[in-house]
């Protein structure tokens, strides 16, 4: 068992040892620190500034349609013209962006305001998908993809979790206008790092050809991905909402937060375990059946009658949840149309992303009418028909 465990870790080792690696990964890391800070830093200095929630609402949801939205045109632009030629011009319009932000805001014009947040999401660094489309370059071997994938997707969970932290930092010591300030100075000089490094600068984009109207949404497989993941993520969104309100009701106080930390825990401890092995069975076959157990895992969760009972469920759902999301990045390769692996991995991230907002704002409404077991049977049949339109449509994720 000890040396199975020292094996998985010797796998990342041997991928954070690679040349190039060690830069681009701590580049990548302090240039999307701001996707955790820019959230709380412009809701604060937005409330500090006017004494308007509204306006802070307001400028906050700009800034998540603008980042949402643009997020597969962004990563079309890496794949056509290459990652300096682009990721270093988004990064200082975001700056001069930020910059007029700060100082309208300052004077109180607030649609300005909300027009400039929602600019600032639009031109964030797509460091995400660039990485993506480096990984095949970089590691030594195909078998130590699963790895590469599974330590990026750690990297996001890390940022989720270091960027709210460094922004409540920052606030004890400075002003809401600090962190944004901050923030936008990890954006500039992690990006720089990361579009300066030889093999960024190395890879370009497509010579002589356009992409199709679709763009990486042009093969089946692909349209497969992100409907499935689309499912996946709403039925995170419904349960970030029904945990919550079952444990209120049950508990008379809320123990939502560590009941919903034992599915991240759980997600990234499977994470780890499931990117440092080597699997025979072809990605597609294990999306498929992730998606199965995906699916059944979260049958239980409407039977959880405690806090803890709902823990230990919640625990299966994280370790079955972060292997699917590894097999989709690692189906990227085989489905994603040649020179499109940024914009196919921006649509992945943006499907969860939406399925997440999707399933929050159907909970809400579900939960206040019809109560929490409804809302977490909804939460099943979204991971059912994941599982079910990936079972139909499995033929297209073989990447024939």
């Known amino acids: 068992m000890a040396s199975g465990k020292l094996q998985v870790f010797a796998v990342y080792y041997q991928v954070l040892r690679t040349p190039q690696v060690p830069r681009l990964v701590a580049s990548m890391f302090v240039g999307r620190l701001p996707n955790g800070m820019f959230s709380l830093g412009i809701v604060l200095f937005l409330h500090d500034t006017t004494g308007s929630y509204s306006a802070s609402g307001a400028a906050l949801a700009a800034l998540m349609l603008g980042t949402t939205c643009s997020a597969p045109f962004r990563g079309r632009a890496v794949d056509r013209w290459g990652q300096l030629s682009v990721l270093i011009p988004l990064v200082v319009v975001q700056t001069v962006t930020m910059t007029g932000f700060l100082l309208l805001t300052a004077h109180r014009n607030l649609v300005l305001s909300i027009l400039l947040a929602a600019m600032v999401g639009a031109t964030s660094s797509t460091l995400g998908g660039s990485m993506r489309r480096l990984w095949p370059a970089l590691v030594r071997s195909p078998n130590d993809l699963p790895a590469a994938y599974a330590l990026q997707a750690l990297l996001e969970d890390l ?14 010591i400075a002003s809401p206008a600090a962190i944004l300030i901050a923030a936008q100075a990890c954006a500039l ?17 497509r010579v002589g050809r356009r992409a199709s109207v679709l763009g990486a949404l042009s093969t089946p497989g692909m349209r497969t991905l992100v409907t499935t993941l689309l499912a996946a993520g709403s039925v995170i969104g419904m349960l970030y909402v029904a945990v919550p309100a079952l444990t209120q009701h049950r508990n008379g106080s809320s123990s939502a937060g560590p009941v919903l930390a034992a599915m991240a825990a759980s997600s990234m401890a499977s994470a780890v375990w499931y990117g440092g092995r080597t699997w025979r069975s072809a990605a597609g076959r294990r999306y498929v059946c992730l998606a199965g157990i995906f699916a059944a895992v979260t049958t239980p969760l409407v039977i959880a009658q405690t806090a803890v009972q ?22 990227l390769d085989e489905l994603a149309p040649n020179d499109s692996l940024a914009e196919a991995y921006t649509w992945l991230v943006s499907a969860n992303a939406g399925g997440v907002a999707l399933g929050s704002a159907i909970a809400g409404p579900v939960v206040q009418h019809a109560g929490v077991r409804w809302a977490l049977a909804a939460a099943t049949g979204c991971a059912v028909a994941g599982y079910l339109i990936a079972q139909v449509r499995h033929r297209s994720l073989s990447g024939h």
């Open 159 to 172: 940022i989720a979790l270091t960027g709210p932290l460094a922004a409540s930092a920052l606030l004890v």
């Open 189 to 205: 000089s992690g990006t720089t790092l990361f579009a300066t490094a030889r093999t960024a600068r190395s890879i370009g984009g």
């Open 310 to 331: 709902l823990g230990v469920l919640l625990s299966f759902v994280g370790i079955a949840y972060a292997p699917r999301m590894i097999s989709a990045y690692l189906l």
